[in-house]
């Protein structure tokens, strides 16, 4: 069964309105000062601007224990770019064979842990080594440094943590205090101490829990915090002045508790992305303050992992304000993070590849707003560059209830573009329905970073059967990339282009077909266009950013636990059944007594919810199955029904009141496939079923919510669910 969840939907949507990042990617890549190493990375710490990486070195890569070399490369900031300095550490080992070893900087304290334990300090232009002592036994590669102390991981018999203060009688560091944890399995010198972490007069312990500084050297267990039932930490966790900062689950994110002065936690706020349900991720990082806060999670756009950018509001509540994605010759996944204040350094593949630098603007800019264009009244915003754009009834025998932008010009090459979309970063999707080509080989397509008809990006469906990414600068053409689509004329397709940094990509029927990496053209505007071709563009939506899924699942491996059920309903996953078109696995839901209803995601507010449904029973007149958007509660969402009464309606429930929007006649019956879209976008609902539009409306009351399914006295078949924010 499906556990049922009342409250949580309302309490995410009271939360900070999760806005739509700005895509960053790296300025600089740092290479190893000596080519032959061929790791280089997968240690980095970042102090201002001091930075310490490690790389290895095999002396043979054809001999498994081959001799290696192990390195701590010292670099400095000069003039806005790294500069390698000196070796800092460097030690002797072989293949095969490896210790903890770990990095730290901060308050101009460096620590290695690489062959044992080294301690440098900031003097002047260069860090330098300090004696060190009683450090303990079985130290782990965690290492903490604040209020110039250090703290590690250690013990071969327990999983202690060591505090380490500088001694000016002695004139080195040395241990003062141990935080006892929990027993190891027995004793061994292989054993070695886990994750550690302090900020001020707090620190914590694997298996120790949290200990509180009363004075000198003495540190007293504490109080730790305790999650919400439901809620869970499931990795690091940083500690911030009175904050503390722990990784959670994909449904709520990592979560944020600040320790008031009882010592009691409360559980204050959550970094939290709008695919966190479809794409979990962890916590890497919190800057000094507090803000900005890094998490990183593998992003299905990107097909990589991504860093995102937590920053503070005007309310004291975090924002996902950015989000860093590989460039062109960096690594798909990201292999390692360090920051200090807004300087971040990334590793590639593990530490495979060059390290990526990045320094974040004091103000990370607001992305613009999207933009949408129905034309059911006019086609304010356009500005025509050649071709005869005009609006237009829908063509008889499309479906279309509204009116399109029609292009009908047959005679060279067409474009309008949209104005107030000079941006960076730029989507641009619609429905295109070509109705006329004159030749061979014409085109229908979207552009974005159009500048002049001399220099844009643009996406082509080609009647020669092929789809065709290219750019056009200085008036040169190049192909980046392309694919065979068949194209014919009086047949609808939503075409989708999208150019995030340097990485373009083109969706036919919300289906990825097209990538490629391209830095010539850094801005532009949106753009329709053709050659030699007729056609009908309409519901044309313009982001700042590409789309991003809010949960995908094919009910293979249905992982109940990311579903809400409102009470009733009776749900079976996964079943493996004759779902239409053959055999697969789908979602059942067998009762017909009355109202079911199952949803999912993140609450966000632009957002698009589609899978294919099969009802196969009605139990009476007038029953139903559909597709929810901007679900709140049970007694608030837009829904799109399938109707055993051959009607298709649109509808909105308000505090449990019914309105229609907007309804349609269409054929329907038991054990039949009808492939379900509803849109939600700004202000506009729009209703596909089977790749055709049928339903529009325009409506504010419901800003956001999750998406999901849902049927009254009616049980029904689902396969294939996917919410997405275009």
Known sequence: MIRVVTALVTLLLSATALARPVILQSTETIPPPDPTYTQFGYGMAIDGDWAIITGEKVEDPNDEYSAITQTAFLFRRVNSRWVFQRKLVETQGYAGYSSPSGLAMKE?????LQGGLHIFELSGNDYVARNVSGSGDGLGSDIGISNRRILLGSGDCAWNGVILEFSTANNRWEGVTTLPGEPKDGCDDEFHGGPVEISGDLAWVSGGGLFHRSGGTTWNPAPIWSLPAGHVSTGPLVL??????????????????NRDASGTWQDQDHLQTVSGMYSPGGLWGVASGGSPAFTANYEEPYESLVVNVFQLDSNGRYVHSGQIIPKAGENGNFGGFASSGRRLLIGNGGGSGPVSYLELPATLPSPPAVIQSTFNSD???????????????????????????????????????????????????????????????RWVGLATRFTDASNFYYVTARSSGSLSLRRKVNGSFSTLASAPLGVAINTDYRLRLEAAGDRLRVFVNGVKVLEAHDAALSHGRAALITYMAKADFDNVVVTPSPSTPLYADRFNYFNSVDWDETPTGTWLAPVFDDLGGGYSFGLRQTSVAGDARIATGVPTDDQVVQFTAIPRSFAGNDRWFGVMARFVDASNYYYMTVRSSNTLSL?????????????????????TSYALRLEAVGNQLRGYVNGRLLLEATDTTHARGTGGAVMFKTSADFINYRAYQP
């Open 108 to 112: 101009g304290i460096a620590v290695v």
């Open 651 to 671: 509808r909105k429930l308000t505090n449990g009141v019914i309105t229609v929007l907007a309804t349609v006649p269409l054929t329907v019956s038991a054990d």
């Open 240 to 257: 911030n002045g009175t904050k503390a900062f722990l990784s959670g689950s994909g449904r709520y994110g990592a979560h944020v508790l």
């Open 379 to 441: 086609a304010a915003g356009w500005t025509g560059v050649s071709g005869q754009f005009a609006t237009a009834p829908a063509q008889t025998g499309s479906g279309n209830p509204g009116r399109v932008y029609r292009q009908s010009s047959i005679t060279g090459e067409a474009i309008v573009t949209l104005n107030n979309s000079d941006w960076t970063n730029q989507a641009v999707e619609a429905d295109i329905r070509p109705t006329q080509f004159s030749g061979n080989d």
